[in-house]
């Protein structure tokens, strides 16, 4: 195979695996009845004048499996932290006693848990098309090098190898959306 053609497949691999990160992620971000810190990720605060990650001026613990404590390494930073949390749409309540947030996780109800595989699966669905237009752009550079001089049985043997790609990553996506479903249907 030419150097072109190992790139393009290179750059379709990185592409899709981008996908799977993302997804990862993403799905990291569901709370499955389970105190997680990748629940307070997305949740950023104004500090000294510049946005920050929570886990940037915060420690954040699980004590038990039910519970998230947020201990701020500046108590200044209390108030914005727990106005942060309730602004950031999670669907937990901060209990600030003063020195520290509480979160207390919710069980999950059986609405909920379907709710919540619902969202899993927009998101391995998201991941899929990424993963799909991670493809169609592949098989247009394959075209493309045709043109630009390529031979049709190796832009032939190229696309194969991108289909088969195509077809790891999508049975990767079935694998980790069916981790993440066990984890939010367990009780």
Known sequence: MTEEAEMCLEMAEESMQSSIDHLEKELHKLRAGKANPAILEG???????????LNQVASINTPDPRTLVVQPWDKANLALIEKEIINSNIGLNPQNDGTIIRLNIPILTEERRHDLVKKA??????????????????????????????????????????????????????????EKEKDITTI
């Open 121 to 178: 699966k927009a998101e391995a669905e998201e991941a899929r098309i990424g993963i799909r237009n991670a493809r169609k752009s592949a098989m247009h550079e394959a075209q493309q090098l045709e043109k630009d001089g390529l031979s049709e049985d190796e832009r032939k043997r190229l696309e194969d190898k991108i289909q088969d790609l195509t077809n790891k990553f999508g049975k990767i996506v079935d694998e980790v959306f069916a």
């Open 43 to 53: 949740i950023s605060i104004e500090n000294y004048g510049s946005k920050m990650p």
